[in-house]
């Protein structure tokens, strides 16, 4: 087929495939450069994000442990300490509990009443349970003043615990 075309039109010929050839190579080139910068760039994000992965890795194990929460008896024997150290004596303690969501979470809870307490000692009280106790959180107070002009109070409380149900 070369042998029927003269020589001009194989010289054109011959620059046409040329240019195509060099246009092929050209687009491959431009491509592939395209791919490797796509590439370099999710290479770097994925860097980035195995970074920032081992960050909070880091922070979850930096995190310090919680001891334990206490269960029922421990909370009791806990607010009947209270209660001794600081002299108080409430009229009543109740103890129960109450199921949280699907049954995962439980509360401890106790309720207190006292007749006749200062202000002072159920706040300490307070203090000592809430603050210094990790997870005992003060649930309801009701404060009441019986006898106008006397510092002394009718309270009823209840302070709980949450935890995970452990079954």
């Known amino acids: ?88 004596t409430p009229n009543s303690i109740r103890d129960r509990e109450e199921k949280i969501g699907k049954d995962t979470y439980k509360m401890i809870i106790i309720d207190l009443s006292f007749n006749g307490i200062s202000l002072q000692k159920l706040f300490q009280f307070l203090y000592e349970m809430e603050y210094n106790q990790r997870g005992i959180k003060v649930r309801e107070i009701m404060i009441r003043k019986p006898l ?8 009823r409380l209840s302070i709980y615990v949450q935890k995970l149900d452990e079954k």
């Not at 092929?24 to 290479?43: A, G, M, P, T, V």
């Not at 106008?148 to 309270?155: E, T």
């Open 1 to 88: 087929m070369l042998q029927r075309l003269n020589p001009r039109e194989r010289v054109l010929l011959f620059l046409v495939l040329i240019l195509i050839t060099l246009l092929i190579i050209f687009y491959s080139f431009q491509f592939f450069s395209k791919k490797k910068k796509e590439f370099s760039e999710e290479i770097q994000k994925s860097r980035n994000q195995l970074q920032r992965l081992i960050r909070i890795k880091e922070n979850i194990a930096n995190i310090p442990k919680v001891p334990n929460l206490p269960d029922r008896n421990q909370f009791l024997n806990l607010v009947s300490q209270k209660l001794q150290e600081l002299q108080l």
């Open 148 to 155: 106008p002009g006397r510092d002394i109070f009718d309270v």
